[in-house]
């Protein structure tokens, strides 16, 4: 098993910074492992590729330096040890509730005696039955790492138990879901999100764990680098293509030329604006 970029780091207490990865291609996976980023978040509780796509995605991350982070939907406990042989590093477990919750997730994500992880060998993450048995069972649990996500306000009132869990390396905020179910929806900069990111902070200070949150512009990196957060991401290649799509059009209406967008020109979506 590869030496985990992100567990050194946050080690050294450094920032780590990261690329969320939506585009169902290897080549963006293996374009983003070759450009020296510490992980590419690679979300499975949202996004509908299978294990077997996500495997060949890590395949070609591996051409580089890079981590994979792996998210499965809550609750998918036998998913993540999938995830793992498959060649992530790190897992981020999302909507926790408790620190019972947490601990469940060290518990099948780690080789005794830190948890309860089954034993394969056969995979990417040894590789392929090459290692030496006990060298493999303590490189993993010493190379993997856990991001626990907050993302209701009632679990943010358990935060403190939560991050101090052994196992649990950093417990980050997800403003989306948050700011939906807090009531202020895509209102990243509203007081309640930065409240939360204070308790956040406030909690893993206590337990000396890494915090954070996304983060989609160098100006709010900072922020959260400012707050003393070790933990964003930089953006996501699917935002990246958007945006470079939506200036091409940009620069074409300067040339007298148009687009046509059927969701623009469609009522059935239109209307609901």
Known sequence: MRKSIVKAKLARQEPVVGVACHLMDQQVFELVGLMGFDFIWMDMEHHFYSMETAGQMMRAARVGSVDIMCRPAKGEFMQMSRMLEAGAH??????????????????WMKFAPQGTRGFDGGNPDMPYCTMDFAQYI??????????????DPQALEQVEEIAAVPGVDVVMLGPADFSILSGVPGQ????????ALLRLKSACDKHGKAWGA???????I?????????WTTCGCDLIWVKSGLEQAKRDLASLGLTTTNWVDSDPRYSSRR
């Open 188 to 195: 990243f900069d509203h007081p309640k999100i930065h409240d």
């Open 214 to 220: 996304p983060a989609g512009s160098p100006q709010r």
């Open 138 to 151: 303590r490189r993993s649990n010493e190379e993997s790492w856990l991001v626990i996500q907050i993302e």
């Open 90 to 107: 790190g897992i981020m477990y999302p909507r926790c509730e408790s620190a019972a919750e947490a601990r469940e997730v060290v518990r």
């Open 222 to 230: 900072k922020q959260l680098l400012d707050m003393g957060a070790r």
